[in-house]
C-alpha cells in the first residue's frame, strides 16, 4: 500500500511537470528538485532508522571499555 501510493504519487508529480506550461528549463528545474527531494527523504528516513536500530543495541549489547594493560606504549 505505502508503495503503490508512493508510485502514484510520484507519477502525478511528473505528469504535473509535463503538462506545466513553462519553458524546459523550468520543467527541468521541478524535476530534479523533485528527485532530490524525494532521494533526500529516502536517507533521512534510513539514518533515522539506523540511529534507533543503534540505540537499541546499545541497550542489549553495551560497549565496555577496554582493560588498561591493552593500551599501546610507545618506546623511545
Do not use: C
Not at 3 to 12: C, E, M, Q
Not at 26 to 55: C, E, P, W
Amino acid at each position: 500500500m505505502a508503495w503503490s501510493s508512493f508510485a502514484l504519487a510520484l507519477l502525478g508529480m511528473f505528469i504535473g511537470i509535463i503538462n506545466l506550461e513553462q519553458l524546459l528549463s523550468v520543467k527541468g528545474y521541478y524535476a530534479v528538485t523533485a528527485l532530490f527531494l524525494t532521494m533526500s527523504s529516502f536517507v533521512l528516513q534510513k539514518t533515522i532508522r539506523d540511529n534507533n536500530d543503534d540505540d537499541a543495541l546499545q541497550t542489549v549489547h553495551p560497549v565496555q571499555p577496554a582493560p588498561a594493560s591493552t593500551e599501546l606504549k610507545w618506546e623511545e
